[in-house]
């Protein structure tokens, strides 16, 4: 333990701790702009967490310097308090001060330091150019005059999600944070996984908010307008309106949607359930004739992208099934406008979701099965979130509604779709029953829960130890990929990758912010609607039973691969472009 004295106080802690976290050891809050540990981002680039360090020349930044035997920090005197106040008024002198417009109003951290800082005037001119809006992508804006060059979302592009579709340089003198290549960011290779959305502290990286169309279709008396929202909206929203992370919001946001106008609220639990109906007949029939194995899920469009343009010489292992999102669009333009007697041309639907990726999934182009496009509008959770707002619903004390019918049931199995491991659990809950017959002892799978980056386990089925993988995050996927292509997981059987990490709790649409801690809470909410619901397995869920007897058939049957299965595309490791 190193001893050391900050504004007069004697403190010990480990070799190794930073300034900074020495000093909050103490109670006392160094303010930081482009620090974010989540990430391992220290790299001390706006120098708001400057401090006095006695017998240094000059200021130390506290994010990155470790401290040492004897030292004597000061981090609240006269100089310390007037250099970070011209260098805050100097990032603000370049950026737009547009905050009652921007989306980031009320949750961006240099709105909120100014404010710590009672800055009321800026004394410096702008020197920075005036830069395009970059809005090529279908789920992703980038606004580069609002950057301040911190440099996170590099950092969690390039090391946590190893995608590396930006890079920080210099283009004529000036620094930026750009497109690798420079050019659109839809003519990179990124995935839209959007998790440079959550860690940008201003508005400089935004979703395309199309909250615009939806309110349109629901005003349009000839649009029959449908809603679904995924697993993971069902303990995050409620965040947004003061409510804990990992709060059980699902009634409230049925209410809501109802009051917002929609013809029928769904669930994407129906879905999740349905897709392990046909994702775990799919794994059986590859183990039992000799199919390629492991097989990947398919239900995150970010890892989808991910392995088209890294390892496209993999797609084979990639279940063919849709993501829940894709299977219910088209279920809702034939089996339930069959049902209600409306034309599939008049059903609009609307999906619900944590993902930014969800967006460029519901635009790839073979996603119309039904003959029409199968999901017209992806709106994040904080899309919906501002629409409630402006709806002026007092979210928090709505009464708690149940979701429509048919394809309003789900169950425990589909709850937990929302965490990392939630889908392989689902999975192995049906697989092991189908398979051989008898009855789960214990149902919950704890081996593939957790945040660790990557989980095994093994479960006997009917003589065969059934092996499988869990991985979030793309950098753990590479990971995987690598030895999948090096032929090491060769006895493995099935592997689930999420692209952001924790799990579609913790993708790019998800209210702001989205820590590490708050990740735990929202999957600790997912495991306690698993455990109250009445159903938890897939399986036994009766309308899906229903909608195999009444429309589908059987799973992996042909009225099945026409609608709820798809196909991938190989594309350039740099590029968007597909290869042929």
Known sequence: MLRLTIDGYKVEVPEGTTILEAAAKIGVKIPTLCY???????????????????????????????????????????????????TLEMILANHPMECPTCVRNGSCE????????????????????????????????????????????????????????????????????????????????CVQCGQCILVCPVGAIYERDET????????????????????????????????????????????????????????????????IMEEGSELLERINKGGVLPQFTSCSPGWVKFVEHFYPELLPHVSSCKSPQQMLGPLAKTFYAQKRGIDP???????????TAKKFEAARPEMNASGYRDVDVVLTSRELARMIREAGLDFANLPDEDYDEPMGIGTGAGQIFGATGGVMEAALRTAYELATGKTLEKIDFEEVRGMKGVKAATVPMNGVNVKVLVAHGLGNARALMEKVKAGELKDYHFIEIMACPGG????????????????????????????????????????????????????????????????????????GQPVS
């Not at 606004?143 to 440099?151: A, V």
């Not at 349109?216 to 995924?230: G, R």
Request: aromatic letters at 6%.
């Open 36 to 86: 974010l540990k989540d990430i391992g981002h220290d790299i001390g680039a706006c120098r708001i967490c400057v401090v006095e360090v006695e017998g240094e020349s000059e200021f130390k930044t506290a994010c990155n310097t470790p401290v040492a035997p004897g030292m004597v920090v000061r981090t609240n005197t006269p100089a310390v308090r007037e250099a970070r106040r011209v």
């Open 212 to 275: 615009d169309k939806v309110w349109a279709a629901l005003a349009d008396p000839e649009k029959h307008v449908v809603v679904q929202t995924a697993p993971a909206t069902h303990v995050t929203i409620g965040e947004v309106f003061g409510l804990p992370p990992g709060t059980d919001i699902t009634g409230k946001m049925v209410a809501a949607l109802r009051r917002l106008g929609f013809d029928a609220v769904f669930d994407t639990n129906f879905t999740a359930d349905l897709t």
């Open 345 to 355: 041309k008049d059903v609009f639907v609307v999906s619900v979701m944590p993902c």
């Open 504 to 575: 579609c709790i913790g993708g790019g649409g998800q209210p702001i912010p989205t820590n590490t801690e708050i990740r735990r809470q929202r999957i600790a909410g997912i495991y306690d609607v698993d455990q109250a619901m009445k159903i938890r397995k897939s399986h036994e869920n009766p309308a899906v039973q229903v909608l195999y007897k009444e429309f589908l058939g059987e799973p992996l049957g042909h009225k099945s691969h026409e609608l709820l299965h798809t196909h991938y595309t190989s594309r350039s490791k740099y590029t």
């Open 110 to 189: 240099l709105q909120n330091l100014a404010a710590t800082f009672n800055i009321r005037e800026v004394r410096f001119p702008r020197t920075r150019p005036q830069y395009p809006i970059d809005d090529s992508a279908a789920a992703i804006i980038r606004d580069p005059n609002k950057c301040i060059l911190c440099r996170r979302c590099v950092t969690v592009c390039q090391q946590v999600q190893t995608v590396s579709a930006i890079e920080f340089k210099k283009v004529d003198g000036e620094p930026g944070v750009l497109p690798i290549l420079q050019v659109p960011l839809a003519e990179t290779n």
